[in-house]
């Protein structure tokens, strides 16, 4: 079993699932070759993840490199037929929001959760990712055990949490799947490296609310690979122990550096967030920083055809500048419109020349700027979005996909609501389930 030397990167210690039945991998698959089990598929092994920015689904995938024949599936794409004729279930589950399902669980909470089905042949063990400054710590997980319980089907061991500042907890899980011998499994992520700051630039100097800044990376060893939408994951020193912190990617491995757009964040009694402060202001130009990056496959887009609306709000312009840069770097692709939300017209219009740029080359075919603070009053992404309710409903019929990016409170519930409103609920629900609407909420 591969663990990571630093215990905070838990998708390096991820090689979990390979043991159902006290089997390890090779002596699961020596047990096939001699025709002492059946083949996997459909009735075998099930491995479900619920994940909103791909840390369970890295170690589902994980477990099911190391479980061969095993279906993997998202619980969306879960249905009672699936579990009902399923003899062994492994679950790799987050929570999200206030104790809510990850935006690939809302079909299977709706559809499958709401009925219960008889699951008396079902035998399952779940992983619960959370975090315990939460008060509904790993909420959703236990949700889906009890309704598995009531439904007949039988818990193999009691759910693991882990909390993301304990990521050692996975250990114990490791412990009760009963795996012993290392399986040399691939692991999920890419390993955690040595990165500098070759550069930091405050965003927004004057600005009403928060400094914003944008930092630039640079690895020490070689350049890992990554896509739009993945995340950088970084170890912050504290005087608790160090602590991790996600950060949604700007920049693409083209550009050989990684670039973050930073919050800095201040707690209402003026306490500087340890994550934010470190990076913004304590951290040396040419200072050290451990960062592993973390692929979240649930901002990933799909075809480079597709037109794509890009929302968000402040730091939010991170994840979708990254969409944005990769569809401006190809030859041909479908059109890109960038709604962007910040507070005032006259410091917080970052990145104005390279979106005037784009907009200039075709790269971005609409940009919508809304200020909180503007002279017309104040203005947010979502009235854009109710303001301009038939070209959204256009660019949705024209096959276009949504993705959202940025704070949860503020921002990500307000524009689902009012997507739900120009769209209709179903809809909006629809095009979640297809993944045409995709969230890295935070
Ligand atoms: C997938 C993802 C992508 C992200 N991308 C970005 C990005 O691109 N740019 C960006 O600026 N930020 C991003 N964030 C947020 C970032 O990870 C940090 O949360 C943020 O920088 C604040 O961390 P901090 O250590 O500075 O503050 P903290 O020290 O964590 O404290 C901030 C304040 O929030 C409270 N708090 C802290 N943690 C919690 C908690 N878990 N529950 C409730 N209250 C809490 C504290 O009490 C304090 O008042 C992202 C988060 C996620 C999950
Ligand atoms: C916006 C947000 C809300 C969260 N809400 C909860 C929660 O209610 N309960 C909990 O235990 N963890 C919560 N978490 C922590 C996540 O479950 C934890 O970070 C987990 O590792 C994320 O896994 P994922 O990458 O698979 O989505 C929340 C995290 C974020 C960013």
Redesign the pocket.
Known sequence: MILSADPLHWTMAALTGAAWSGLTVRTLIRARRAGQVAATGPGGLLIGYA???????ALARAAAAASPGARLLSLDQIGVADLAGTAQAQFYI???????A?DNATMFLARVMAGCPELGGLSYAILA????H??????FAHRLDHWLRACGATPRFPLTEVD?DQPTALATWRARMGETTNTGAPVSAAAPGRWRLAARHHLNPGSPGGPLWHLVLEPEGPLPAWRAGDIAEITIPSPEGPVRR?YSLASLPASGRAELILREVISEDGRPGTGSHWLCRQLGEGGAIDLSI?A?PGFHAGDDAMPMLLIGNGSGLAGLLAHLRHRAALKASGPVWLIHGERSPDHDAVFAEELSGYLASGGLARLDRSFSRGGGGPRYVQQILRDSAAAVRAHVAAGGGIWICGR?EGMATDVQQALEEVLGKDETARLMTERRLRRD??
Do not use: A, K, V
């Open positions: 994940s909103q920015s791909g840390s369970s689904e987050s929570t999200t929001g206030d104790g809510d990850p990712l959370g975090d315990r939460y008060p509904r710590f790993c909420g993301r996600d973390r979240n949860r909420i935070y």
